[in-house]
């Protein structure tokens, strides 16, 4: 019965318990230019999340798989915050990271950024899947450390590559400090469910929900950022 009513929550209250988030990092939303929020985009009670994450936990160094709003949001935090924080932003499509880019160049912003375009593949690994290019990525986080993970891509969303986030697993295996949190997008999905899966079992440690669609890993010593 749970499920079915989270169901329904999500099918047709999508943005349901926004109001507080949207009041809390209005903010940096409104600060530069125009940002279109779509339903695509991240819910907002999940932006302040991240944004609390960085600030009170003092992350220094982000991976992100999807570029987007939370790209521009970070750096701009990172910016009025003042903040020892650097962003590595993979996504498959060039031309859409174009986009993000112009916007941070507007606002004098890209030194916060790295962007990868890692065109997406068909997998090897698991069916309907179609990864980020594995030699783009690789060469682009070599053996740095990252102490938050968001991870809201590659595109996922069609039967043939519903599976398809699962293998980000293999970019963050080897690469991430003894402190960290791991934000996951879409949760519910079946990719995502499998990449969650894998993330418990490399690291140990067990997800907590933030709603039936979005989740948090931790690890190591950390205050409280959930809203």
Same mark, same amino acid.
């Given at each position: 019965? /749970?499920?079915?009513? $989270?169901?329904?929550l999500r099918?047709?209250?999508? =943005? /349901?318990n926004e109001? +507080?988030?949207?009041? +809390?990092?209005?903010?940096?939303? =409104?600060?530069? !230019? ?8 991240? /819910?907002?009670?999940? +932006? ?9 936990? !003092?992350?220094? !160094? ?41 916007? +941070?160049?507007?606002? #004098? *912003? *890209? &030194? ?9 593949? /068909? ?10 290019? #594995? @030699? ?7 053996? %740095?450390?990252?102490?938050?993970? *968001?991870? $809201? ?7 043939? #590559? ?5 293998? #980000? *697993? ?15 997008? &879409?949760? $519910?999905? @079946?990719g995502e469910?499998?990449?969650? &899966? ?13 709603? @039936? ?5 931790? %690890?190591?010593?950390?205050? &409280?950022?959930?809203?």
């Amino acid at each position: 019965m /749970k499920k079915k009513i $989270d169901y329904f929550l999500r099918k047709f209250f999508l =943005h /349901k318990n926004e109001e +507080l988030p949207a009041f +809390l990092i209005q903010k940096l939303y =409104h600060q530069g !230019s125009y940002l279109p929020f779509t339903t695509s985009s991240l /819910k907002f009670r999940f +932006l302040v999340c991240l944004a609390n994450d960085i600030v009170v936990n !003092s992350r220094t !160094s982000v991976l992100e798989f999807g570029s987007g709003i939370s790209t521009i949001l970070i750096a701009r935090l990172i910016k009025m915050n003042n903040l020892n924080c650097t962003i590595i932003t993979v996504d498959e499509s060039a031309a859409w990271q174009e986009i993000i880019k112009k916007i +941070l160049k507007e606002e #004098n *912003l *890209l &030194n916060y950024v790295n962007f990868v375009c890692a065109p997406a593949v /068909k997998s090897t690994d698991i069916e309907l899947s179609y990864e980020y290019n #594995n @030699p783009a990525v690789f060469e682009a986080i070599g053996d %740095k450390k990252f102490d938050l993970v *968001l991870a $809201d891509g590659p595109s996922a969303w069609q039967k043939t #590559n519903v599976m398809s986030r699962a293998t #980000n *697993l293999k970019f963050i295996k080897n690469n991430m400090t003894d402190n960290f949190s791991i934000f996951v997008d &879409n949760s $519910d999905r @079946p990719g995502e469910t499998e990449l969650v &899966n894998r993330i418990a079992s490399e690291f140990n440690i067990k997800p907590m929900m933030l709603d @039936p669609t979005f989740l948090t890993f931790t %690890k190591g010593q950390h205050y &409280n950022f959930v809203i």
